[in-house]
């Protein structure tokens, strides 16, 4: 009898063993099946793939029109500063030339006219170069434009207005090249 409940333990045993198998086997199988249903199709992989590129691609583009649009900005910049320095060194000319118009008033007309072209050839010369000049009697003082070296009451003018121009300024563009030295009214 022992060997029989021996064998019958040994049966029992294997065909719990088997079970146990068949148990693993169907739990390997639908784990498979699961990472086979959670794996991309091909087509998948491929549509990923092409977004991927696609963005890559559009990164790329705006990456290169921004360094397109700074080195254009950089070369007017460059051009800017340029001219800014080469009429810088012409200013105390033109500033001679306007204090001798201003004092040439016994002089000979034929001179006084001279001079006056002169200055008209030397404005011209500014327009082309796009440089402007400011600072006219009348107009709001702004700090950022105008150096301010004497101020004045009058009841003719506004309050921060200028009375008076020492030096006309000069800007191309946003670029000042020289601040306008004047004389300021009414102000505190």
């Given at each position: 009898?022992?060997?029989?409940?021996?064998?019958?333990?040994?049966?029992?045993?294997?065909?719990?063993?088997?079970?146990?198998?068949?148990?693993?086997?169907?739990?390997?199988?639908?784990?498979?099946?699961?990472?086979?249903?959670k794996e991309?199709?091909?087509?998948?992989?491929?549509?990923?793939?092409?977004?991927?590129?696609?963005?890559?691609?559009?990164?790329?583009?705006?990456?290169?029109?921004?360094?397109?649009?700074?080195?254009?900005?950089?070369?007017?910049?460059?051009?800017?500063?340029?001219?800014?320095?080469?009429?810088?060194?012409?200013?105390?000319?033109?500033?001679?030339?306007?204090?001798?118009?201003?004092?040439?008033?016994?002089?000979?007309?034929?001179?006084?006219?001279?001079?006056?072209?002169?200055?008209?050839?030397?404005?011209?010369?500014?327009?082309?170069?796009?440089?402007?000049?400011?600072?006219?009697i009348g107009?709001?003082?702004?700090?950022?434009?105008?150096?301010?070296?004497?101020?004045?009451?009058?009841?003719?003018?506004?309050?921060?207005?200028?009375?008076?121009?020492?030096?006309?300024?000069?800007?191309?563009?946003?670029?000042?090249?020289?601040?306008?030295?004047?004389?300021?009214?009414?102000?505190?």
């Amino acid at each position: 009898m022992a060997k029989e409940n021996a064998k019958e333990s040994t049966k029992n045993k294997k065909a719990e063993e088997e079970i146990n198998e068949e148990v693993k086997s169907a739990e390997t199988t639908e784990a498979e099946e699961k990472d086979e249903a959670k794996e991309p199709t091909k087509e998948e992989k491929l549509a990923e793939e092409l977004k991927k590129q696609k963005d890559s691609y559009m990164r790329l583009a705006a990456e290169y029109d921004n360094y397109r649009k700074r080195t254009q900005q950089e070369k007017l910049g460059i051009y800017d500063d340029a001219t800014a320095k080469a009429v810088e060194q012409l200013l105390p000319m033109a500033d001679a030339l306007q204090m001798a118009i201003q004092n040439a008033k016994d002089a000979p007309e034929e001179f006084t006219k001279g001079l006056e072209m002169i200055q008209n050839q030397f404005k011209t010369s500014m327009e082309k170069l796009k440089v402007e000049s400011f600072g006219e009697i009348g107009d709001e003082f702004d700090p950022n434009l105008h150096n301010a070296i004497s101020k004045i009451d009058s009841e003719e003018l506004g309050e921060n207005q200028l009375s008076a121009i020492y030096q006309k300024g000069f800007k191309i563009g946003d670029k000042i090249i020289r601040h306008a030295m004047v004389q300021v009214a009414n102000c505190d």
